[in-house]
T-cell receptor, first 112, second 113 residues
Framework: RKEVEQDPGPFNVPEGATVAFNCTYS??????FFWYRQDCRKEPKLLMS???SGNEDGRFTAQLNRASQYISLLIRDSKLSDSATYLC?????????????FGRGTSLIVHP | NAGVTQTPKFQVLKTGQSMTLQCAQD?????MSWYRQDPGMGLRLIHY???????DQGEVPNGYNVSRSTTEDFPLRLLSAAPSQTSVYFC????????????FGPGTRLTVL
């Protein structure tokens, strides 16, 4: 079983729709969690960190469920510019450092 | 700040050739890492470093060497290129230990013929 799993999609949604992605992880000792966004042929960039209590940044909401070992990303009022691949990242402790493991990404296509 | 820079942007090699991918950061980050990204495989960690003089293997280290003589630079060496090493390579850096955001370079697109 891969350590971090995501549905690759693509999720094909109209503008204005609400869409949600989940990401499951296998290491129960994982310490920190992130969502990154990656545009085609570009480097990944941090979208948001995921906190235990859940957090929101504008149209984006991230949640963590430690008991079930998954994180989620909710995008409300989708824009064309939200089209990208969304990468889930889970950091596990290793020798005092945090080693990130990336999911394979979920592709989102927002159409007019 | 330039952030994380990588050179070259594109490279074509023949099987058996060696080369070094360069990575530099000017944010004084202690943690640096190299990933490769292949279609359908996501980002896979090749090697990482938690500070100058310290390196360790990631998930897919075979065929690659790294060194970290300074905080700023973290070059990745391909010893004898193989077609299986055709990929996009990303270098990243972050502040240490706290699981902070990683900053990525723009990537090197490598083709091995």
């Amino acid at each position: 079983r891969k350590e971090v799993e995501q549905d690759p999609g693509p999720f094909n949604v109209p503008e204005g729709a609400t869409v949600a992605f989940n990401c499951t992880y296998s290491n129960s000792a994982s310490q920190s969690f992130f969502w990154y966004r990656q545009d085609c042929r570009k480097e990944p960039k941090l979208l948001m960190s995921v906190y235990s209590s859940g957090n929101e940044d504008g149209r984006f909401t991230a949640q963590l469920n430690r008991a079930s070992q998954y994180i989620s990303l909710l995008i409300r009022d989708s824009k064309l510019s939200d089209s990208a691949t969304y990468l889930c990242v889970v950091n596990g402790a290793s020798g005092g450092s945090y080693i990130p493991t990336f999911g394979r990404g979920t592709s989102l296509i927002v159409h007019p | 700040n330039a952030g994380v820079t990588q050179t070259p942007k594109f490279q074509v090699l023949k099987t058996g050739q060696s080369m070094t991918l360069q990575c530099a950061q000017d944010m004084n980050h202690e943690y640096m890492s190299w990933y490769r990204q292949d279609p359908g495989m996501g980002l896979r960690l090749i090697h990482y470093s938690v500070g100058a003089g310290i390196t360790d293997q990631g998930e897919v280290p075979n065929g690659y060497n790294v060194s970290r003589s300074t905080t700023e630079d973290f070059p990745l060496r391909l010893l004898s290129a193989a077609p299986s090493q055709t990929s996009v390579y990303f270098c990243a850096s972050s502040p240490p230990r706290s699981g902070n955001e990683q900053f990525f370079g723009p990537g090197t697109r490598l083709t091995v013929l």
